[in-house]
Structures are given as structure tokens and as C-alpha cells.
């Protein structure tokens, strides 16, 4: 039986580890990082267990009035039995408990998470970002519905911030080989209170 539970400070290193092996290793999600914000209560940290075994992770940082998620991932011999559906169902009720969130925010470019959350109900917009400007400026206003344009300094990119309609896995996968060199994702966002 599947059991959503918080995450112990022993579990820090092998939910990292299960982090990088399922969704490639980010340097804002290191032992250090995690333990200051359980330390805080500024994360929330979820896994799923099988008896004593990690199969689901779900992760998001709390700053100011806004939750970003950090990942979510399931065991390849767990997917399609619900862990996921669990892991954010937990996650969403524990975001509730704090009461000054207004906002919970993440960005997916899996195969598997975009379908995922859509059929969750987050519905997404688009995030295309890349470190070179001229890469950026080929993106014309008369084929997106530019909502946002900005260099965001602190993970040193030129980002674009596009709201479409109808948009969905074939989508992405069509912008992703029409534009190979930039970094494409959905971004989901769920509002609270």
C-alpha cells in the first residue's frame, strides 16, 4: 500500500538522488538547500512509500506569497497506478495549510508531466527561454501572444512568457523541433485563496 508522507531529514540525500535520477540534477536542489528550508518551513517535501521504499517524490519551495514546484517524479515500475495523482493531491492540501500562499507555480516539458497536469486541470502557458538574446528575437509577436518579455538574472536567460489557447503535447513537441535550440516548457499555476 502506497502511503504520501513527509520527508524525513535522513531521506534528504536518497530523495536528491531519486530527484536527479528521474529529472536530471538542478543546483537549486541540493542537501544544504532542502535541509534549510525544512529547517524554515519553507519547502514542502513529499514522498510516496511502498513499505519503507521511495517510489514518488514531489517537491516545491515556498517564497514570499508563492509556491514554485520543484519536481515531481514516480518509480517507472509505479507510474499509471496513481502515486502521482496522490503526490499532488497531498501536495495541494498541504500548500492550503498555509494560508498567506496566493499562488502555486511549476514548469513541465516531460512527455510525461504535461499531459499529466493538464489532465490534473492545471491549465498551462508557455515559457520559452534561452541565454542567447538573438535566439530569442526570432520569436515574432505574430505567431505567439507574447505576454512577457525579460532577462532573468538570476538564471542569466532571455525569457518569453506566451499564453496560447488549445495548448497541449503535440504543441510542445511541434514547437520543441521547430525551435531545437531554445528551451521550451509549460508553465502550470493553480491559485489559492
Do not use: W
Not at 524554515?40 to 513529499?46: D, E, R
Not at 516531460?110 to 489532465?119: A, D
Amino acid at each position: 500500500m502506497i502511503k504520501i508522507l513527509p520527508i524525513k531529514k535522513e531521506e534528504i540525500k536518497e530523495v536528491i538522488e531519486f530527484h536527479n535520477k528521474y529529472l536530471g540534477s538542478r543546483p537549486f536542489i541540493t542537501q544544504k538547500e532542502i535541509q534549510k528550508r525544512i529547517d524554515t518551513n519553507t519547502g514542502i517535501f513529499l514522498t510516496a512509500k511502498d513499505n519503507n521504499k521511495i517510489v514518488g517524490i514531489k517537491l516545491g519551495y515556498i517564497d514570499k506569497d508563492i509556491c514554485i514546484g520543484r519536481g515531481i517524479a514516480v518509480n517507472k515500475e509505479y507510474r499509471r497506478m496513481g502515486v502521482g495523482t496522490m503526490l499532488v493531491t497531498e501536495f495541494e492540501k498541504r500548500v492550503k495549510q498555509y494560508p498567506y500562499i496566493k499562488k502555486y507555480v511549476f514548469a513541465s516539458s516531460s512527455l510525461e508531466g504535461v499531459p499529466f497536469h493538464i489532465k490534473m486541470g492545471y491549465k498551462p502557458s508557455l515559457l520559452i527561454q534561452s541565454p542567447n538574446k538573438s535566439e530569442i528575437d526570432i520569436i515574432s509577436s505574430n505567431e505567439f501572444n507574447i505576454q512577457n518579455s525579460i532577462y532573468n538574472k538570476e538564471f542569466n536567460v532571455y525569457q518569453l512568457y506566451i499564453k496560447e489557447d488549445n495548448l497541449n503535447l503535440n504543441r510542445l513537441k511541434k514547437l520543441k523541433a521547430s525551435y531545437p535550440n531554445l528551451d521550451i516548457q509549460y508553465l502550470f499555476s493553480k491559485d489559492f485563496n
